[in-house]
């Protein structure tokens, strides 16, 4: 469900998904998006997005540049992220299927990473905290009000995120690992 909305503290954008199968999945929360935001904006073609592709720090959004989210899609986000004083920039993608498949950001500067993550100039400014590349996929975890989702069966993932004084919830993840789902697709954080 993360891939067609992006929730912010001032509108909520719909995407215009990148993979042509998940274009429809737009309308079918449209209703329920306009339950919860008076300011709702969309992305249109010839621009594509995915939130996925899109890490919120602050007011400010990292957006992937990849295979589902296209420099026309990335332009009109950041576009109607400004006219609500927020910021957008750019991060190109060459290993992941989106941004947020090899990252997390656990508030108070912390960054969980992996892969080509580990190296790109826009996040040597966070605390990186790097995940073991045999535990790729619990780059994918999710802060939330002091608690860090991680998927189930990372142990190394785990216990450097408890050093990094984090609460630790493991969460079974496993059937939608088996579809390249991450924890962060389940949901629309707002």
Known sequence: VEDVALM????????????????????????????????VERINSPGLTEAGDIMMVGDHYYIGL??????????????????????????????????????????????????????????QKFNIIEIDQT????????????????????PGTVEIIKQAGYTVREVDVSEYQKIDGGLSCLSLRF
């Open 8 to 39: 912010t503290p001032h509108c909520a954008i719909l995407t215009n998904p990148g993979a042509p199968s998940r274009r429809g999945e737009v309308e079918h929360i449209e209703a329920s998006v306009h339950n919860y935001y008076d300011n």
């Open 66 to 123: 990849s295979e589902r989210t296209n420099q026309a899609g990335a332009d009109q986000m950041i576009k109607i992220l400004e006219k609500y004083d927020m910021s957008g920039s750019v991060v190109t993608l060459m290993e992941v299927l989106h941004l947020k498949t090899g990252l997390g950001y656990l508030e108070n500067n912390n960054l969980l990473a992996c892969g080509e993550f580990l190296t790109k100039p826009e996040f």
């Open 135 to 154: 535990e790729s996929y619990s780059a994918n975890s999710v802060w939330i009000n002091g608690t860090v989702l991680v998927p189930k069966g990372f």
